[in-house]
């Protein structure tokens, strides 16, 4: 039979008295878990303020316990629908091309002789956005996104609609400080968007957008300031060309839409 306590180690425990030392606590412990006489001795000796304390606990216990689960309040940030629609990786892309074309906007009216620097670049203002939108290596949630049933081709194309809304405005202002027609810079841009979408089904959206810009600027944009002439295509007369693009490459796109259920991981 295990020996009891003393009276006296029993009240200074109870007591919490400091200097009873380390070795008698933990004989005091382990007796106390299988003697309910001894248990009974240390519950006579506590002291009022310890016994205050363990009436307060009980009370909370007992209200909790009749109160059931707090309810879980939702987490502000941002949920998987909300990425559907943007991705903050695409802020400073749009920033970028924002100062682009304000650059643009100021070096027309420094020397107007040149070619509109704007009209040159409205054909692939909103690739850089439309690249990033839809990007693994950029978004640090691609996986989880591209996962859901409401991922592939709609996805990407409201992605690239919150792009579109920003860059477009962004054009209409540097077309009001030029004095370019809206459509002549709004056709370009949607039909380079369409062709970014419609060729990154094959090669990824980022190539394509890659792809495209550097086909545009080797072929039209450095020969057009070497020559300080504008191509026929972004002339008044090009904008039924550009809606036709466009058109063409949104049937692409309907068509095979399948192809951008599940994009390849490295696009």
């Known amino acids: 039979m295990t020996k009891h306590p003393e009276s006296t180690v029993i009240t200074r425990y109870a007591e919490g008295d400091p ?6 606590v933990w004989s005091v412990e382990a007796h106390l878990e299988t003697c ?76 107007p002789r040149l070619p509109s ?51 477009m405005p962004l054009l209409a202002l540097a077309g009001t ?12 841009c949607l039909a380079f968007t369409a062709a970014t979408i419609a060729l990154g089904s094959l090669i990824g959206v980022s190539r394509a957008a890659a792809a495209l810009a550097t086909l545009w600027a080797a072929a039209v944009v450095l020969p057009s300031l070497v020559t300080a002439e504008l191509p026929a295509v972004l002339t008044p007369g090009g904008t039924g060309g550009w809606a036709l693009v466009t058109v063409a490459m949104a049937a692409f796109i309907v068509a095979r839409a399948d192809l951008f259920r599940r994009l390849p991981s490295g696009h």
């Open 177 to 188: 400080r030029t004095g370019i027609p809206l459509a002549a810079l709004l056709a370009p």
């Open 117 to 167: 620097l704007v009209l040159l670049l409205a054909p692939v203002a909103p690739l850089p956005g439309v690249a990033v939108a839809w990007s693994r290596r950029s978004d640090p949630a691609w996986e989880l996104i591209a996962g859901t049933p409401a991922a592939g081709l709609a996805m990407l194309l409201r992605r690239t609609a919150v792009v579109l809304a920003v860059v």
């Open 36 to 111: 309910p006489d001894c248990r009974a001795r240390l519950a006579s000796r506590t002291t009022d303020d310890t016994r205050a304390l363990l009436d307060l606990v009980a009370t909370g216990i007992d209200q909790g316990i009749g109160a059931g689960p707090a309810p879980v309040r939702r987490r502000r940030a941002w949920s998987v629908t909300g990425r559907r629609w943007f991705t903050v990786t695409v802020v400073p892309w749009l920033i970028m091309t924002a100062a682009v074309l304000g650059c643009a906007v100021l070096m027309q009216m420094a020397q």
């Open 19 to 24: 200097s009873l030392d380390e070795a008698s």
